[in-house]
């Protein structure tokens, strides 16, 4: 079924590319779009390619028998037996890595987040806090789990030495809680601190405590990180930096439209 989709989505962006080229019904709209797109992937390519690696490697699980897809993530999932023998790996690869099924998820992340945090802190400060919030985040859930486990927080059958633990979500929710300091009034600033965290909690009967606690600890993690906003280099591109994109006109190779915060 998952290569069934797969194969569609394929077709129809053949399908869409010859439209165009055509001249079709909707061209002008998905040329419009185009030009946004590459805009963005101009503006934010750090992000495009951390987006393009967890893509594919989703898309090549697509296919696969699911206990060998299974084995596939166990591999860079950050759990006691990967701690044990691979730890490094397990930090850094867990956050390259998602199921097929959170491709959409993974991809509002890095157009909603990463994009507009790469463009304030740089094409290298954002894969930092990605990287560091994820591996970080990670590392306090392993360690803290038998002590949640001993006080029935989490359930007793949670495997912690094979489980499959990776994805964006650790990494993008420690950027989003940095990103939080980009918003101008202090009263708004304020308001989305105090809300982030208990939208997450929310999210607890999607992704269980185990991983929910997880996604609050990189939340907590990108508010701790407030120092980063003071680095000069930051403060100079945040004069440059915009929530917003429009497509490029014909005049307009970039595309990207530049209005202070």
């Known amino acids: 079924m998952d290569l069934l989709i797969g194969l569609i989505g394929v077709a129809l962006l053949w399908a869409a590319v010859g439209n165009v080229r055509r001249s079709g019904p909707g061209s002008e709209w998905m040329l419009r779009w185009a030009r946004y ?27 696969l028998p699911d206990r060998l897809a299974d084995e596939v993530l166990q591999v860079h999932s950050t759990n006691l037996d990967r701690f044990a023998t691979h730890p490094l790996q397990a930090l850094i690869t867990s956050a390259l890595w998602i ?27 954002m894969p930092l806090i990605y990287f560091a919030g994820s591996a970080t985040a990670s590392l ?99 004069a440059d930096w915009t929530w917003r994109f429009h497509p490029a006109g014909p005049d307009e190779p970039g595309g990207r439209t530049v209005t202070r915060p």
Not at 38 to 59: C, D, E, G, K
Not at 171 to 179: A, I, K, N, P, T
Not at 191 to 220: D, E, I, K, Q
């Open 37 to 63: 797109a590459r805009a963005w992937v101009v503006a934010s390519p750090v992000a495009a390619v951390l987006w393009l690696v967890v893509t594919i490697n989703a898309v090549m699980l697509l296919g």
């Open 140 to 238: 306090i859930s392993v360690l803290s789990a038998n002590r949640l486990l001993a006080h029935g927080i989490i359930t007793d059958d949670l495997d912690l030495r094979g489980m499959i633990d990776v994805g964006v979500s650790y990494g993008s929710l420690c950027v989003l809680g940095l990103l939080v300091y980009r918003i101008p009034r202090w009263r708004w600033r304020l308001a989305a601190m105090l809300a982030l965290p208990v939208l997450v909690r929310l999210t607890l009967p999607f992704f269980g405590m185990y991983s929910t606690l997880g996604h609050l600890r990189a939340v907590l993690l990108g508010y701790l990180l407030w120092p980063v906003t003071r680095i000069p280099a930051v403060r100079r591109r945040a």
């Open 99 to 125: 199921e097929p099924v959170d491709i959409v998820f993974a991809t509002l992340m890095t157009v909603l987040v990463l994009g507009p945090a790469e463009r304030w802190l740089g094409h290298v400060g």
